[in-house]
């Protein structure tokens, strides 16, 4: 395998901005005074949030804790069409975001699958009015593609359903997006532990989006720090070129020559056999 | 009588929006509206008043994936 090419700082770039973290993190599911902890032991840099009808008389708003120079990724979760999606993508700028907005769109509430059909047609309308946008989908190459011609600064297919902590299920499927694709391809949904996370960098894919695997963990802080350090290394094995599979049989590690045989070793050691 | 994230709220004609956020207790730089569908920016709050059988959305940020 070749080595790509190491860049000295290895940059994450989406929709003109750069980021040196490839983790972002959703804030789904656990208690407002983890979250402070939680995104700086992940040293994200992106950070999901939902929009909903406000709560009144001061209780705590979820912005409060989150980290100064953050960026906001408000998702349009709720939303069952594209005007939906658009309607919550517009009221989440009103609010004050940036331009961010990760289009989540579905019509199944059993399994969550994202409508695909849908999120191409709120891409287009949302990529019009200047959003960034970063549309979840299931892992199709024609509607990749459709996206990338929508506007879409990336695309994030799915490994499993949202909040099954399944892993790579769609793992073949995502490598087709990351090889024909010129978009950051970030991997979202279903993705529990961290070797999942590094594996998906490995494949190359740009990033790595994860909540539930991190909200039921047993130490919530702990386990975004296990999901930085997996995504780093997977990003860097990618990076490095990882090594040829032998599909059958096996390949010395240690030289072929110069065993110890009857008491003596054998003269003339000769260089590993590739 | 107008409709505020779904429920029916009194005596609220004629106040603007500004004047209904405080009322209701919302932290005005952490939400957005809509009246009847309609976004109304934050610069125009004071001006934009509220009429008998407006529906309106106050929204924020939440947790979420």
């Known amino acids: 395998m070749k080595n790509r090419k190491q860049e000295k700082n290895d940059k994450f770039i989406l929709g003109g901005h750069e980021f040196t973290s490839r983790f972002i993190l959703g804030s789904g599911k656990y208690s407002l005074d983890l979250i402070r902890a939680s995104v700086q032991q992940a040293g994200a840099q992106i950070i999901t949030l939902a929009l909903r009808r406000a709560n009144q008389d001061g209780r705590a708003n979820i912005l409060d804790y989150i980290p100064e120079g953050v960026t906001l990724l408000p998702n349009t979760s709720g939303a069952r069409n594209a005007d939906e999606a658009v309607r919550i993508a517009r009221l989440s700028r009103e609010v004050g975001c940036g331009d961010f907005v990760k289009i989540e769109i579905m019509r199944d509430t059993k399994y969550l699958l994202p409508d695909n059909y849908e999120t191409v047609k709120a891409t287009e309308l949302l990529a019009k009015e200047g959003f960034i946008v970063m549309p979840y989908m299931y892992p199709d190459l024609n509607t990749a593609r459709d996206l990338r011609e929508a506007g879409a600064a990336s695309i994030m297919p799915l490994a499993a359903p949202i909040g099954s902590n399944k892993g790579l299920c769609t793992k073949e499927f995502i490598q087709i997006l990351i090889d024909e694709i010129d978009l950051p391809v970030i991997v979202d949904a279903g993705i529990g532990k961290p070797s999942e996370a590094c594996a998906a960098m490995e494949m190359g894919a740009a990033a790595i989006m994860a909540n539930t695997g991190i909200a039921t963990a047993g130490d919530i802080p702990a386990m975004a720090e296990a999901f930085k350090l997996a995504i780093e290394a997977g990003r860097k094995a990618y990076l490095a070129g990882t090594g040829r599979v032998l599909e059958r049989g096996g390949s010395a590690s240690s030289p072929l020559t110069g065993y110890i045989q009857d008491g003596s070793v054998k003269e003339g050691n000769k260089s590993y056999e590739e | ?65």
């Not at chain 2, 207790?25 to 509220?50: D, W």
């Open chain 2, 1 to 65: 009588m107008v409709t505020i994230n779904g429920e029916k709220r009194e005596d609220c004609e004629g106040l603007s929006v500004t004047e209904m956020l405080k009322r209701e207790g919302y932290e005005t730089s952490r939400i957005a509206i809509e009246i009847n569908g309609v976004i109304i920016s934050k610069k125009e709050f004071n001006e934009t008043l509220l009429h008998s059988g407006d529906s309106i959305e106050v929204v924020s940020f939440v947790g979420g994936g």
